[in-house]
């Protein structure tokens, strides 16, 4: 099947076939390794990217139907020589070891910063109406969709804390 | 031909000089973030299946859904699916992992199936959804062999109790008898699986040479290196793995694993390159777990506490043919001082999948088992856990009497305690809302190994390159070598060039055991070291009187800048460190203490971890920053040992009911809590000439006891089989009413 991807803003003409998922196109057609299949049937959340701003597992979704869809993966975050924020803290308080898990991690995180920017609530929030903070308790609920083998869990929620509380002060 | 030198250390003494102490740059020991961290969070560093050469072709495995022998299979039909190229039946695919350091090949399939599970063809396609559907479609005809046993404590379990693995000295049962306190109880953990995030995965690739290149997943290069060649009945020189970056390991990519063989087999019977990578239930069935284990702990102690007699039976279960048995009892023999000791270990020959070392062997489930008993046993005595354990260490190896090459038992026990804010408070004392509010603790202890190990350094007057074959876990081999090249030869980070996981280069120790830092570290170390004599010489200083600082060389109150020393030579060295009667004089060994604050519902059962700390000695720290992320990953590994990791298997014909990641519960982020980790600083001179000891297990080993002891400190229930699932905390409610 021919259909076009918008990733990290670039615009790519593909003809796959129809059961390739999302995270395998980017993988195995696109050259963007980032995404991590760990599991693929959205158990792990290694291969969490965004679509038009929300994380989803891109394991669970076929590549056909995100023609016009706006996709970003990890590469399109940030480069080694030019990292986002959240990159540079999962770096500086080491919320990887492997480093397998970690574009996932990333990618939901950059996400949920803004979920909770925009006051969605999480199955820890206690009052519904409150401007929720970006807490340790809120964070690890939020973030429990992204296995850690290596159980990095504490740097993680402290690389998070710190760009939540930085993008909150700006 | 750049002349190449190399220095070697038989580590047969202890190393007093402690070089490291009087290097200058100061790198070592300091939380320097991994070199290789921009890569891995910016999604560049690439693993094992993401390469993409020329014309591959995509592989997947096929399960056998009984026991029995092959006779056959459709794989006519297969070869005529869409885009099938071809199906790989070869009696050389091997039947599951290869264990540690075997160096062979495994098992291999000789039309034979063991476990339900294992791989019994490859279907090889052009595209990856191609490969699957055919796979999945494939029948292999398999005649049964007659019945077979799937449970260790089956009592028609054929089971071996091999005489060097039981001890027994003194007078067990007496002391039993004559004893203040005792407790004989029985402790059962779970079948247990690595679940590294990355699944393992292989691209080979023939050259017209008869050279395989095999991009995988491993932790053991130069053992994984022979494996294949072994099974593909080549040369070892014919063979070449590259494992850049590993997603995790945990055991789990010690030993060469089925679809490496399998891509290797297609790829040689097709003539282009083939990936076969594992699907999540492959990894969990094919590659070795951690058995179940049954213990049996026998403790007795007088009526202040001290230890007159120590038991520890254990029965752990394993598949024929392989020769690891899970060594639960390993640091039972010394962690804890009493004349009569006990110690037996069999092993259940049954068809359960192969098991093999998973992240702490032995320790992870001993400890963890024991730890709970001397909690026990300290609650019948009436003393403080703490105090319990302070009045039984060890002076020197209880069995033996060899020194220990240092010991902190006592140390981290203590300063843990101070850190944690230990008090010992009955239990069911603190109640907020549905939830009991308890403490716990635990000791951990985990032996300390060195492996053979090669490394060179390479350098140049802007800075230095270390190449060697090791690999880099999540561990953080990287950034530790990079460390101690910068600081022995006076360069700042950024001019050292770490290469890894290539066999082309030295043959390091690899990553396992944890002797992996402590071992390479050396080998690089005495590359270092020898490049620094070649200074000295050409400088006309003797070595130690050398100070190597920022690229310069200083001496007798002159700098002379390497690059002016060198010029455009480039002088490499290679270290090569052989273990010897270190590791045999003495007992090496790493300590810690763990404590625990758990609430328990005692309307769900639920327990939710609250706070844990953990009180660490290995040696010298060589990286802050990673050996503090290798205790958090240990730590919460006994979480998951404690509350929620189980494999389930089918008693019916053994097969892993939950292999997958929604099914095999690993510890979520919000399981665990800002864990704290501190270290004591230590220099164990025993160990190698770093003075640093592993620290990558040490930290498994008693952090699930320290849980289940604060779970029976909160409500009372205590839980003997783990993990502490809400049914087991239930019961235990309702019987306190």
């Given amino acids: ?170 | 031909m750049t002349l190449e030198t190399t220095r070697r250390l038989k580590h047969d003494t202890p190393d007093t000089d402690r070089r490291l102490d009087g290097m200058a740059q100061g790198v070592l020991g300091t939380g320097m973030d991994r070199p290789e961290g921009p890569l891995k969070v910016s999604g560049r560093a690439t693993y094992a299946a993401e390469a993409h050469p020329e014309a591959m072709a995509e592989g997947y495995l096929v399960r056998a859904t009984t026991i029995g022998r092959i006779t056959g299979s459709n794989a006519d039909a297969i070869r005529a699916m869409p885009g099938v190229i071809e199906v790989i039946e070869d009696e050389r695919m091997i039947r599951n992992a290869a264990q540690g350091m075997a160096g062979e090949s495994p098992v291999q399939r000789q039309g034979q199936v063991w476990y339900v599970g294992q791989p019994v063809a490859c279907v090889v396609a052009e595209s990856f959804e191609q490969a699957r559907h055919a796979a999945q479609a494939m029948m292999v005809t398999i005649e049964p062999d007659g019945t077979h046993v799937f449970d260790a404590e089956d009592p028609a379990a054929e089971v071996e109790k091999p005489e060097q693995k039981q001890l027994d000295q003194g007078d067990l049962e007496g002391a039993m008898s004559a004893a203040t306190f005792s407790l004989d109880a029985t402790y059962h953990t779970p079948s247990m699986s690595s679940a590294a995030m990355e699944p393992h995965a292989s691209i080979a690739q023939w050259d017209e040479d008869g050279v395989l290149t095999l991009r995988g997943s491993y932790q053991l290069l130069k053992f994984n290196k022979a494996e294949l060649a072994d099974v593909l009945g080549v040369a070892p020189d014919k063979v070449r793995i590259l494992s850049p970056y590993v997603g995790g390991g945990f055991g789990s990519k010690l030993g060469l694993a089925p679809e490496a063989v399998a891509a290797a087999l297609a790829a040689q019977a097709l003539g282009r390159p083939v990936r076969v990578v594992l699907h999540r239930r492959q990894v969990f069935e094919t590659v070795t777990r951690r058995s179940e284990t049954r213990q049996r702990i026998r403790l007795a102690c007088d009526a202040e506490g001290k230890l007159s007699a120590i038991g520890h039976e254990n029965l752990v279960s394993q598949l024929p043919g392989e020769v690891f048995s899970e060594p639960v009892a390993q640091g039972t023999h010394f962690q804890y001082a009493a004349p009569n000791r006990v110690i037996g270990h069999e092993i259940a020959r049954i068809r359960r999948p192969a098991a093999g070392s998973v992240r702490a062997p032995g320790e992870a489930v001993g400890v963890t088992a024991f730890e709970i008993a001397i909690d026990e046993l300290a609650k019948k005595a009436g003393i403080d856990p703490l105090e319990f354990r302070l009045r039984n260490v060890p002076d020197k190896h209880p069995e033996n009497g060899k020194p220990f090459s240092s010991s902190t038992m006592e140390a981290t026990l203590r300063e843990g305690a101070k850190r944690f804010g230990w008090t010992h408070t009955p239990p069911r004392q603190r109640r907020e809302g549905e939830w009991w509010i308890g403490t716990g603790m635990a000791g951990a202890v985990r032996v300390n190994m060195m492996i053979e190990a090669m490394a060179r350094a390479v350098l140049t007057g802007q800075g230095v390159r270390v190449e060697c074959d090791m690999t880099d876990i999540g561990t953080g081999s990287y950034a530790i070598l990079t460390q101690v090249a910068a600081e022995m030869l006076g360069f700042a980070p950024d001019r050292v060039e770490t290469v890894l996981g290539d066999t082309d280069l030295p043959p390091a120790s690899g990553s396992g055991g944890s002797f992996g830092a402590a071992s390479t570290s050396t080998a690089v170390y005495l590359a270092c070291m020898e490049l620094r004599e070649r200074l000295a010489a050409k400088l006309g200083v003797k070595e130690p009187e050398l100070t190597l600082k920022d690229g310069l060389a200083i001496h007798e109150n002159r700098q002379t800048p390497l690059a002016e020393i060198l010029g455009e030579e480039e002088w490499r060295a290679l270290g090569h460190l052989q273990p010897g009667k270190a590791g045999q004089e003495v007992r090496q060994a790493t300590w810690g203490a763990i404590f625990a604050e758990v609430a328990v519902s005692d309307v769900t059962g639920e327990t939710r971890v609250r706070r844990m700390d953990g009180t660490f000695a290995a040696g010298r720290i060589l990286n802050l920053k990673t050996a503090r992320s290798q205790c958090h990953g240990g730590m919460t590994w006994g979480i998951g040992l404690a509350l929620t990791e189980a494999m389930e298997h089918d008693p019916r014909d053994g097969h892993m009911v939950n292999r997958d990641l929604a099914e095999y519960h690993l510890p979520v982020n919000l399981d665990v809590p800002q864990l704290g980790v501190h270290f004591l600083e230590e220099r164990d001179d025993w160990a190698n000439p770093l003075q640093a000891k592993g620290i990558g297990e040490l930290s498994v080993c008693g952090s699930g006891a320290a849980v289940i002891n604060a779970i029976e400190n909160a409500c009372g229930v205590r839980v003997r089989r783990l993990p502490a699932t809400l049914d087991q905390v239930m019961d235990g409610l309702i019987a306190q009413g």
């Fill in chain 1, 1 to 170: 099947m021919q259909f076009q991807l918008d990733v990290n803003g670039e615009r790519h003409a593909l003809d796959l076939d129809t059961r390739t998922s999302l995270l395998d196109a980017l993988r195995d057609h696109l050259g963007l390794t980032g995404s991590k299949k760990g599991c693929d049937h959205g158990q792990c959340g290694a291969c969490t990217v965004m679509v038009n701003g929300r994380r989803i597992n891109s394991c669970l979704t076929l590549a056909c139907m995100h023609e016009g869809d706006e996709i970003t993966t990890i590469e399109g975050l940030g480069r080694p020589d030019d990292l986002s924020p959240l990159q540079r803290a999962f770096v500086e308080h080491d919320g990887y070891q492997c480093g397998y898990c970690t574009p996932g991690q990333i990618c939901s995180a950059t996400a949920m910063i803004e979920e909770i920017k925009a006051g969605w609530p999480s199955n820890v929030t206690d009052d519904l109406e409150a401007q929720v903070e970006a807490s340790i308790e809120e964070i690890s609920e939020r973030m429990s969709g992204n296995l850690c083998r290596c159980s990095c869990y504490p740097g993680i929620v402290d690389a998070i804390r710190q760009v939540a509380r930085e993008e909150a002060r700006a």
